[in-house]
T-cell receptor
């Protein structure tokens, strides 16, 4: 099966600019996650969707970050305006809703550099 | 919330030797403990996981042990090979996955 797709793979912007990332999860996976991975750290959950509803966005800086999953499939994560500390890899992951597995499948990530 | 600590941060081993990475967690509600391998430019990939009702699990050269009382779990890689060189992350799930800071493993040929 095809894996989690993300685009773009790399993005360089100046501070105060806006940027958007796109994620296409594995077909049939109802749960979708966005993580932020700062260099040298483990991934940190930003937001979790189940179908097109938000399950957890407690760690999302809502003054500048937004995310949506309008049709319960693809998702976009937006940052506006960007700050230097937003430089990180943004990972998308998906998981089946049904069944015993907790396994999350990760995409390759988008590396964001804010200058 | 859950706090996962991982040690060591870097590990260099000779090819054929064993590698051990240790993690501790804080939330006693955690019931799922996966280990991920991340290669340069790629997303994390699950290599093995264990649930709280199991003390040990093995898959070929990889094994994981869990001590719920001590809130401690470990990854063991035996007969290391150059392709095992990567960053390894432990994680614990209570209500969401919380990751450790990672261990950079280098296998010397």
């Amino acid at each position: 099966e095809a894996g989690v797709a993300q685009s773009p793979r790399y993005k360089i912007i100046e501070k105060r600019q806006s940027v958007a990332f796109w994620c296409n999860p594995i077909s049939g996976h109802a749960t979708l996650y966005w993580y932020q991975q700062i260099l040298g750290q483990g991934p940190k959950l930003l937001i979790q969707f189940q179908n097109n509803g938000v399950v957890d966005d407690s760690q999302l800086p809502k003054d500048r970050f937004s995310a949506e999953r309008l049709k319960g499939v693809d998702s976009t994560l937006k940052i506006q305006p960007a700050k230097l500390e937003d430089s990180a890899v943004y990972l998308c992951a998906s998981r089946q809703l049904e069944g015993p597995s907790y396994e999350q499948y990760f995409g390759p990530g988008t590396r964001l550099t804010v200058t | 919330g859950e706090n996962v600590e991982q040690h060591p941060s870097t590990l260099s081993v000779q090819e054929g030797d064993s590698a051990v990475i240790k993690c501790t967690y804080s939330d006693s509600a955690s019931n799922y403990f996966p280990w991920y391998k991340q290669e340069l430019g790629k997303g994390p990939q699950l290599i093995i996981d264990i649930r709280s009702n199991v003390g040990e699990k093995k898959d070929q050269r990889i094994a994981v042990t869990l001590n719920k009382t001590a809130k401690h779990f470990s990854l063991h890689i035996t007969e290391t090979q150059p392709e095992d060189s990567a960053v390894y992350f432990c994680a614990a799930r209570a209500y969401k996955l919380s990751f450790g800071a990672g261990t950079t493993v280098t296998v010397r040929a």
